[in-house]
């Protein structure tokens, strides 16, 4: 019988996790190697350059680019608050002379002699990252960050919106298969990490905003409520830096779509325990897998799980599969037919396909690399 491998997404109970905490650009480390750290540590910092205002003064002053300096009441490198005069007009006559406030706070980067304009940079923007889990730095990388690692509940979600968030995970469904309600979501999950079922709609999602909760994990949403939650159309880029007031991972794809039992019943088993969670997403290349990762609180490396063969299991007929790429994508299906021949695919290049009959019914031939395998 044909047979095939595809990759799976990793759900270990207990492995070893290292993290990079990295700056946007180079500033200061502020942890060695073998300090212990907590999530909400800061491990590194540095200072973004404050935003440009430009004005031109010889336009709004009426006078010629040569002669500025002689107008301006700051030079280069002079600090200036809100409201501070800038540049003002010569006249005899107080009332009619033009001054020229500043805008913003900042430094006077530039006068130009040539063009007229005054180029002012506003003070550095503070960069901060932080640990984002709890761990050992187990390396330094001079001027940039650090890498963490730590013993820790790990699984990957198939899709996610929102940055990094972190707090404790409460259940407020009662099976893998069960709808997240806006009346399962009150006060008390205020903070947390919030486990919900198959599905999550956009009332209960707007609920649990209001609530002030900080992520949901749950097995599917829809398209439909991911675009009035987002208000436009995703496409495919990247995710991760959404503003919506929450993190959220699905598990499973979009529909309404039981949880993974394994998936489940490895959060249940960590219920309680605060979870740092990404939604972080991009399905190109180069892939980036939402996660939902739980410490455990003494880092001892014995009991691990080796969740390695996940990464290659056997595709067979009859294997239950996830659609990880457009125009399926989160589709679920089973796998009817793995030709042997290439065949070509609507790049014009000739790829190994399977055919995959899906839970609506429909059958489609796609490429084998646009598919994972659901295991349980």
Same mark, same amino acid.
């Given at each position: 019988?044909?047979?095939?491998?595809? *990759?799976?997404?990793?759900?270990?109970?207990?492995? %070893?996790?290292?993290?990079?905490?990295?700056?946007?650009?180079?500033?200061?480390?502020?942890?060695?190697?073998?300090?212990?750290?907590?999530?909400?540590?800061?491990?590194?910092?540095?200072?973004?350059?404050?935003?440009?205002?430009?004005?031109?003064?010889?336009?709004?002053?009426?006078?010629? *680019? /040569?002669?500025?300096?002689?107008?301006?009441?700051?030079?280069?490198?002079?600090?200036? !608050?809100? /409201?501070?005069?800038?540049?003002?007009?010569?006249?005899?006559?107080?009332?009619? @002379?033009?001054? +020229?406030?500043?805008?913003?706070?900042?430094? %006077?980067?530039?006068?130009?002699?040539?063009?007229?304009?005054?180029?002012? @940079?506003?003070?550095?923007?503070?960069?901060?990252?932080?640990?984002?889990?709890?761990?050992?730095?187990?390396?330094?990388?001079?001027?940039? /960050?650090? %890498?963490?690692?730590?013993?820790?509940?790990?699984?990957?979600?198939?899709? $996610?919106? $929102? /940055?990094?968030?972190?707090?404790?995970?409460?259940?407020?469904?009662?099976?893998?298969?069960?709808?997240?309600?806006?009346?399962?979501?009150?006060?008390?999950?205020?903070?947390?990490?919030?486990?919900?079922?198959?599905?999550?709609?956009?009332?209960?999602?707007?609920?649990? +905003?209001?609530?002030?909760?900080?992520?949901?994990?749950?097995? $599917? +949403?829809?398209?439909?409520?991911?675009?009035?939650?987002?208000?436009?159309?995703?496409?495919?880029?990247?995710?991760?830096?959404?503003?919506?007031?929450?993190?959220?991972?699905?598990?499973?794809?979009?529909?309404?779509?039981?949880?993974?039992?394994?998936?489940?019943?490895?959060?249940?088993?960590?219920?309680?325990?605060?979870?740092?969670?990404?939604?972080?997403?991009?399905?190109?290349?180069?892939?980036?897998?939402?996660?939902? +990762?739980? !410490?455990?609180?003494? !880092? %001892?490396?014995?009991?691990?799980?080796?969740? @390695?063969?996940?990464?290659?299991?056997?595709?067979?007929?009859? !294997?239950?599969?996830?659609?990880?790429?457009?125009?399926?994508?989160?589709?679920?299906?089973?796998?009817?037919?793995?030709?042997?021949?290439?065949?070509?695919?609507?790049?014009?290049?000739?790829? @190994?396909?399977?055919?995959?009959?899906?839970?609506?019914?429909?059958?489609?031939?796609? *490429?084998?690399?646009?598919?994972?395998?659901?295991?349980?």
């Amino acid at each position: 019988m044909a047979q095939a491998y595809a *990759p799976g997404l990793r759900v270990a109970k207990k492995t %070893v996790i290292r993290k990079e905490r990295i700056l946007p650009l180079k500033g200061e480390v502020v942890k060695k190697k073998g300090d212990k750290i907590s999530k909400d540590d800061i491990v590194a910092k540095t200072s973004l350059p404050g935003n440009v205002t430009t004005i031109n003064v010889v336009n709004i002053l009426g006078i010629q *680019p /040569g002669d500025i300096r002689q107008f301006m009441s700051k030079k280069e490198g002079d600090s200036f !608050s809100k /409201g501070d005069v800038l540049a003002e007009s010569k006249s005899f006559i107080k009332f009619l @002379r033009t001054k +020229i406030e500043a805008p913003v706070e900042g430094v %006077v980067e530039s006068i130009s002699e040539v063009t007229g304009q005054v180029m002012l @940079r506003e003070p550095p923007i503070p960069v901060e990252v932080q640990g984002y889990i709890d761990g050992e730095v187990v390396e330094v990388i001079p001027s940039e /960050g650090i %890498v963490v690692e730590t013993v820790a509940t790990f699984i990957q979600g198939i899709f $996610g919106i $929102g /940055g990094e968030t972190w707090g404790p995970l409460k259940f407020a469904i009662n099976s893998s298969a069960d709808v997240l309600e806006p009346n399962m979501i009150n006060e008390s999950h205020r903070g947390t990490i919030l486990v919900g079922g198959a599905f999550a709609g956009h009332e209960a999602i707007q609920k649990a +905003i209001k609530m002030g909760v900080k992520g949901i994990i749950v097995g $599917g +949403i829809s398209s439909h409520d991911l675009k009035k939650i987002l208000g436009y159309d995703l496409g495919v880029a990247i995710t991760g830096t959404e503003q919506i007031g929450l993190t959220i991972v699905l598990t499973e794809g979009f529909g309404k779509i039981a949880m993974a039992d394994r998936t489940y019943k490895t959060l249940k088993e960590r219920e309680g325990e605060v979870a740092s969670i990404s939604g972080a997403t991009q399905i190109r290349a180069g892939v980036i897998r939402p996660e939902i +990762i739980v !410490s455990y609180k003494e !880092s %001892v490396k014995t009991n691990l799980t080796d969740d @390695r063969e996940q990464a290659a299991l056997v595709l067979d007929i009859g !294997s239950q599969i996830r659609a990880i790429r457009p125009p399926f994508f989160g589709k679920l299906g089973i796998v009817t037919a793995l030709p042997h021949e290439l065949q070509k695919i609507d790049s014009e290049t000739k790829a @190994r396909v399977l055919e995959v009959k899906f839970s609506d019914g429909k059958v489609v031939t796609i *490429p084998r690399a646009n598919v994972e395998i659901i295991a349980e």
